[in-house]
DNA sequence: AAGCTAAATATATTGCCTGAACAATTATGG
DNA sequence: CCATAATTGTTCAGGCAATATATTTAGCTT
């Protein structure tokens, strides 16, 4: 019915084996033509025009010096051409906006983290206007730090603690965050032209856990972001879930749904639990009271931690019941201390679900949405290497 | 890191571009040269070609006939030349292996099922060798009754009620169905060189239900198959949900998780309501007195409703805060009588969740399964249709 | 019958991959 | 130290498939 993409014209063919030739070398540190050959299935030359093709639009690079190492199988023979990623071809951002502090990270085509910067809001209820100046400052201290400018990045992903679809949209009528979106986007087209990437954080920290944390190469994978509010994000088969709104994972009134209070489901617990809300310091402070006073015997402590295994031993078999992940990850505020949990958590899962996944507490701490971001912002990169044009 | 597909060559064009074509004339009745050409972005000389291609392949016809209608527009200039799917060139099977009976659906490439068949098994524990050959019996008598016959299979779906993986594969340790799955599969694969593929039931009814239900074209769509037991199908952005060992969906433990007695949760309720297990003869009689009883006022049917109601509200609602489709759909043998309890039901939605979506009854009745399993059969075929050989 | 128009065909050109012949460069073994 | 084997790089004809342009065809109009 609808007028399809576009034919396929020869064209197609280079743009998908030079797809297939960039993502070998992207996963290889240094790759050879005859690697290449025998992972693209590609003939030899082909793969040289491939490459030929990729150094002129500057993705890759050749290595010049022959090195003298050539560990492990001596070979005879000419030595063979070398190309590498040229992973400072351009640079992508990541920011983590919350509600009260706003995260930029920098990071090359590799994904390494080269710059950071974060800052906190005046107040929680500032103008959208303001929110976006806080964020643009934030990414070009990042990108200072970071030793490039803003000229040289290819995308940017951030992450909101809001529903957003998967074409990046917040519904408007749902949150303050929805005017939010379209303005970000614009200033910061505008005043850059960066494309953004808007994502649910928790899907996000998902796409974070999954690349650099404890879920990697998982492909079915849920992550429990737990802060102010407790969010998941989904990957099944290694895609992210969104639904139809993107409000696939919020689980606000799960405690309802429950048949728990709200004074008494996993949000609250979790507020109780590190304090009243707002700022992560003094809330770290009183979990690790609690667990103080557990270890040191307390029962009312032991209590809390009881209810709080079980209600998430609730929440982590529901999800399994309903998407059956291999994995779900304990990321956000609460990780920290959520490792002494996890062996009552584990241990209750089979009571409430025939699928238990592995339950783990996620490394990333405070990075796991910028992290996400990054990922997330790599994923277009890559996907649109071809299309994108290198500003060198 | 593993040896990529395979590379790129000239003839992915043809390949790419025949499938735009092929599909483009399977969802138009009849298509012209110049319909092609807008649809695919191609030049006449490829739509041609390729049209030529398909019709010695076999999948499509030209027709000779230039019939004398020319409806609308009086068109001026040389007549086109027409090409419709050739819908007979070849048939799929839907299968609905249940408990207690096997039903099995024969296609054509439309999805005009022309014939049907079914029977009960001797016994609910029989060997799977006799299980399967009920099955062969079944879709032999189907194919008769379609007037063609195992050689012109092209594909066939299968649905049983047990967690099936991506791969069509059934967790070996979880049912009895885990022999049976791959002793089904190389049986007709032997008897009839058929490709089988396997679904989970739910799976399949939420295809179905797209397809041809109540939930046409909705790419975000969750299907509630309740019958003997309660699963759900998942569609998100248009793909089936499986989960790590395609257990997505399978909701049997949810009482639990609900904090409601197991007498007390949604599977007994409904097995409470429409009669003790088995058969769905005696259990819909039961049903219906409910109702009647219901509609003559009765208070015991009448509380009986209001919590099955409540506990389909608490369901949907738990579906939605993890999902988020955009409609969910109650199909299997309480549809029938479901739809009284819509009203309810969609009253009860906002207060468990911040994103309710439509709820209604599948048209489908019996045969949601086995449309599912042609739409799945159809799937596969249209998305090898270039490697598939047409034995005419 | 002449003219118009949209569709089909014919021909030349281009992009991209393959395959085979040929050249280059190193290790190894006498 | 030189010949040989092994490995890689380079070049060029050949084929497939698409585009572009010009030409022909088939039906309708007047």
Redesign the interface.
Known sequence: ??????????R??RR??AQ?VL??IR?TDVATGTGLM??????RA?VIAVCEDLIRRGWIRELEARDEERPGNPRKGRPARRFELNSRAGFVLGIDIGAATTTAAVADLRGSVLGRSSESFRAADIPAAERIDVVDRVCRQALEAAGTDARQVLAAGAGIAA?VD?DGNVLVT?HFWGLFDVGLRAALKELHGWTVLLENDANLAALGERWRGSGAGVD?LVVLLAGERLG?G?L??G?L??????????????D?????GSSDGIASLARQWSAAGGGAAGGTVSARRVFADAAAGDPAALAILDRISERMA?VI??????????QVVIGGAVAESAGVLLPGITALLP?????P?RVTVSPLGDAIVTMGAIRHALDYVEANALELELRG
Chains 1, 2 share one sequence.
């Open positions: 019915m609808k007028p399809t993409a576009g034919a396929a014209t020869p197609l063919l998908v084996n297939a993502g070998f996963s025998a992972h693209t299935g590609l003939t082909s529903p998967r749902q079915d998941a989904v099944e088969s895609r879930l969104h639904g139809r709104s993107g409000a696939a994972g919020e689980m606000g009134y799960l309802m749904v429950e048949g728990v609730r078999a529901t999800v399994a019941s309903f998407i059956n992940p291999e009571r409430f679900t025939a699928t996944p």
